[in-house]
């Protein structure tokens, strides 16, 4: 069983995927959609065995250390409760596991996340090492990957704006997969989970009104589980540097809803403590069954 509120170092939450696709691999399926700059696996856990899936990132900004082991957390509820065909907020975990499925990556940035949580030496490139060293930020508010591009800057959207002159669009390995994740995947939507300020962001300015105004249903339906605010269409780009991010692409890729949860009080400090993970999970556990429920 998965117990919250300790630290989980990259490898632990690696295990814990294998260990959750072995214990339930009737209906689990752990598979690698991607390698990191650094050679880190990216792991994906799909839950379920119907068609269309829903997609659930978390861990795109290394320090952003709560979402990925509540995330296993949220997979390892939903597997118990379809083995046992248990209820979750009225929802019938089976019922709905049957017609969809669950795609959960709770690492997207693998090596991001293992600068925030151990310091730039666990990079073994040591050109990527003195990279990372030279940005002059402390590894503890390391938001980047291990070359010291933000990913969820670097995804082809119309909004893309280059941050680093050796970047491009989509140039980065962990950006990469998410992209043939979207592209080949039959999905029905895509969540990303963030961790500052408690919002639902889910306004997407490059997208017809009639695609806001489903996503702001959606949305509604969404806070009423987590008591979340929801953000306000000018906070969806907070400065003119701020395009590119996973959800943006996929939206316009797609069409299908894309919205961006943010956990965390706003005002958290790095490295966000561990008694977050709990009060989190509370929050955002119904959020997956219930976007399948309303679909």
Known sequence: MITLEKCFT????????????????????C???GQTHDDRLI?????????????CSAGMHGRENVNPIIMLKIVEEYCSAYRHKEFIQQCSVYDLLNQFSICFIPVVNPDGYEIAQRGFDVIHNPILRQMCKMKNITHENWKYNARGVDINRNFPSKTYIQQQFY????SENETQALMRLFQDYDSMGYVDFHSRGKIIY????????????????????????SRYNLGTKDEELMSNMSGGHSVHYYSELTGKPALTIETVEDDATFPLDEKYQKE?????????IGILEMA
């Open 10 to 29: 990259y490898d632990e939450l690696f295990g814990l995927m294998k260990d959750l696709s072995e214990e339930y691999k009737e209906f689990v399926l």
């Open 31 to 33: 598979r690698i959609i």
């Open 43 to 55: 792991p994906m856990l799909r839950v379920g065995v119907g068609t269309p899936a829903l997609l």
């Open 167 to 170: 970047e491009y669009p989509g």
């Open 202 to 225: 889910y306004y997407r300015q490059c997208m017809s009104s009639l695609y806001n105004q489903r996503s702001h249903r959606l949305a509604k339906y969404l806070q009423k589980l």
């Open 280 to 288: 989190a999970y509370e929050e955002i556990r119904t959020i997956p």
